[in-house]
């Protein structure tokens, strides 16, 4: 005997441990627990997609494959039955009511757990109005204030609106700040992603898109600057669907939010949608666990010395709680909200600045907040971070003597000074390295200055005012010192200075051989084999590996062989072995090429 029974969410539920879904329901699909309910008698292919969880295009190869046409927009019966059957058995269609079958979980105690504020990143293609959405719902001016008029630093708000609390997350849109998107999506819930209508789907969008695909995390479009023209949000429409990004209303699961961040039009729209999504989320948390927060900015103060900006991820956090951070503790002695008010507590999944850090952490590390010192001693064992082990083989230019622009970097925020940094030592190449030699946030020091005199290096000042009491004992020396609001500023005058120095310079081939076998040594190691096809190979020669064009390494050799003995060169048509210090990973074909640099 089956017992059907109906609960609050009006989900049916049988004694056999199934979900039947009535065609009158209409539920959304987003977890275990739940299974998208569709009319039987309106369903469109689209639809039934999103039931059985399959690609379009191989849906389509399949069905053309087994010579079955059906029409797109109405499906009938028995073509429902084919491709239930065809491509997922756990789904069945019976007395026109789509039934599936859960597996046996444990059941889930709500009074551990409680409502959770969505924390919501918006992303989006430079310029396409993600701050000044922030600055309408804030009711702020932030995007007037920022160099260039672009976000360069990471921003959290926790918003109260009239439909509840958000926490939003503001990123920036330039290809520069990759890394601190990518951070920014790990530590939400939703993501919000802004395409202005003018524009359309620009890379950055479809950067944003794959990252939020491979995350799995729920998503909403939103079409800005729908103020400024005759707009057709068909199109961006058309583009999104190529990324399997299909609206409503045309059948698939994403929301599409027309807005005009200047004016005002369609934000409360946006945000009841954040809201909706978040409902259907069902986001919760544990109410009795440790407090941990994410590091999302850090930043050295003369007053107040390391301030830090935190996400909560889970907990309630207070002033006087002991900060527990790399084995190391201490104490908040301030706390700040997303406004500047100076705030006792604090929930989670709001954003906080802290003072009172001995130390200045690397963002996205984690921070637990403990009550007692107690309990640090008994939790210090488990929450040590293991470092990632270095890794062998790999291109590394400071092996050897090479063209070198020696760099101190100095910026506002940790944020900003590691987005720098990354993207100055991708400009390192085969006839230039860039060293960052020294790299900090706050001013410039005396001893930077003496570390730039005794290194010839620039320094390099990102959103840091100018200290003339530095100018002042500079003047004689005349160190380079550079000062940037706009980042892609600093890069583009780095690649200036790069090809200035290269023009001056050249390398030049001196010797090239064909690696033919390879032999291990026990006291060496592993040995390449060669032939010299071109030139002369001397011992202590710089040298780069190429494996299909492409340079794998860059070294020097440590030993030259001819047969067993230890020889100083190796001419033309000569074989030998060679013996590289720090790289074992040789294959035969790869060639070895011996270089000069002539001034």
């Known amino acids: 005997?089956?017992?059907?029974?109906?609960?609050?969410?009006?989900?049916?539920?049988?004694?056999?441990?199934?979900?039947?879904?009535?065609?009158?329901?209409?539920?959304?699909?987003?977890?275990?627990?739940?299974?998208?309910?569709?009319?039987?008698?309106?369903?469109?292919?689209?639809k039934l997609i999103n039931i059985i969880k399959i690609k379009y295009n191989k849906l389509i190869e399949k069905?053309?494959?087994?010579?079955?046409?059906?029409?797109?927009?109405?499906?009938?019966?028995?073509?429902i039955y084919f491709i239930l059957k065809k491509f997922n058995n756990k789904i069945i269609l019976y007395n026109n009511i789509f039934k599936k079958k859960i597996c046996k979980t444990n059941k889930i105690n709500n009074n551990k757990f409680k409502k959770k504020i969505p924390v919501v990143t918006i992303m989006g293609h430079v310029n396409h109005g993600k701050t000044t959405l922030l600055d309408y719902i804030r009711s702020t001016k932030l995007a007037s204030q920022e160099s260039g008029g672009i976000t360069q630093h990471i921003g959290f708000y926790n918003i109260k609106t009239k439909y509840g609390i958000i926490t939003f997350f503001d990123t920036p849109g330039h290809k520069v700040f990759t890394s601190m998107r990518k951070r920014g999506v790990k530590n939400t819930d939703i993501v919000v992603l802004v395409i202005a209508v003018n524009d359309g789907v620009m890379p950055q969008t479809i950067e944003t898109i794959k990252y939020i695909k491979n995350l799995n995390i729920p998503l909403i479009i939103t079409i800005n600057k729908i103020d400024k023209c005759n707009y057709n949000t068909n199109i961006i429409k058309n583009e999104l669907a190529k990324?399997?990004?299909?609206?409503?209303?045309?059948?698939?699961?994403?929301?599409?939010?027309?807005?005009?961040?200047?004016?005002?039009?369609?934000?409360?729209?946006?945000?009841?949608?954040?809201?909706?999504?978040?409902?259907?989320?069902?986001?919760?948390?544990?109410?009795?666990?440790?407090?941990?927060?994410?590091?999302?900015?850090?930043?050295?103060?003369?007053?107040?010395?390391p301030i830090v900006t935190v996400l909560i991820k889970q907990g309630i956090l207070n002033v006087g709680d002991i900060i527990l951070h790399n084995l190391k503790y201490s104490k908040i002695k301030y706390m700040y909200n997303s406004f500047g008010k100076k705030i006792n507590y604090a929930k989670s999944s709001i954003p906080v600045e802290i003072i009172g850090m001995t130390n200045i952490p690397k963002n996205g590390d984690e921070i637990y907040f403990l009550k007692n010192k107690k309990k640090i001693l008994k939790d210090k064992t488990k929450l040590i971070i293991k470092k990632k082990k270095k890794k062998k083989n790999t291109l590394n230019l400071s092996n050897y003597k090479i063209l070198t622009i020696n760099i101190i970097?100095?910026?506002?925020?940790?944020?900003?000074?590691?987005?720098?940094k990354k993207e100055l030592l991708k400009l390192s190449n085969l006839k230039i390295k860039i060293n960052i030699i020294n790299f900090g946030i706050g001013d410039i020091s005396e001893s930077n200055l003496i570390m730039a005199l005794?290194?010839?290096?620039?320094?390099?000042?990102?959103?840091?005012?100018?200290?003339?009491?530095?100018?002042k004992i500079n003047y004689l020396e005349k160190i380079d010192i550079r000062y940037y609001s706009i980042i892609y500023d600093l890069i583009n005058?780095?690649?200036?200075?790069?090809?200035?120095?290269?023009?001056?310079?050249?390398?030049?081939?001196?010797?090239?051989?064909?690696?033919?076998?390879?032999f291990k040594s026990e006291k060496l190691g592993f040995i390449a084999g060669c032939?010299?096809?071109?030139?002369?190979?001397?011992?202590?020669?710089?040298?780069?590996?190429?494996?299909?064009?492409?340079?794998?390494?860059?070294?020097?050799?440590?030993?030259?062989?001819?047969?067993?003995?230890?020889?100083?060169?190796?001419?033309?048509?000569?074989?030998?072995?060679?013996?590289?210090?720090?790289?074992?990973?040789?294959?035969?074909?790869?060639?070895?090429?011996?270089?000069?640099?002539?001034?």
């Open 493 to 518: 005058d780095i690649k200036k200075e790069i090809k200035l120095l290269i023009s001056k310079n050249k390398i030049k081939i001196i010797g090239l051989a064909n690696i033919i076998n390879i």
């Open 409 to 420: 970097l100095k910026s506002d925020t940790l944020g900003s000074c590691e987005v720098i």
């Open 243 to 305: 990324y399997e990004i299909i609206s409503e209303d045309w059948g698939g699961e994403t929301q599409f939010i027309n807005i005009s961040a200047k004016t005002g039009k369609g934000v409360k729209n946006l945000i009841k949608a954040i809201l909706l999504q978040s409902e259907i989320l069902e986001l919760k948390e544990k109410k009795k666990k440790i407090s941990k927060g994410i590091v999302i900015e850090s930043y050295f103060d003369k007053g107040n010395g």
């Open 1 to 46: 005997m089956i017992i059907i029974k109906k609960n609050k969410k009006n989900i049916y539920y049988n004694n056999k441990k199934n979900i039947i879904l009535n065609k009158n329901i209409y539920i959304k699909y987003y977890n275990k627990y739940k299974f998208n309910v569709i009319k039987y008698k309106s369903i469109s292919l689209l």
């Open 454 to 471: 005794n290194n010839k290096a620039i320094i390099i000042c990102f959103n840091i005012k100018k200290n003339y009491l530095i100018h």
């Open 63 to 79: 069905l053309i494959k087994f010579k079955v046409i059906i029409n797109k927009y109405i499906i009938k019966k028995k073509q």
């Open 531 to 599: 032939i010299i096809i071109k030139g002369i190979i001397k011992k202590n020669d710089q040298i780069r590996i190429l494996r299909n064009n492409k340079v794998i390494y860059i070294g020097k050799i440590k030993t030259l062989k001819h047969f067993k003995e230890n020889v100083k060169e190796v001419n033309n048509g000569m074989k030998c072995g060679i013996y590289i210090k720090n790289f074992d990973n040789f294959k035969i074909k790869d060639k070895i090429e011996a270089f000069n640099l002539i001034n």
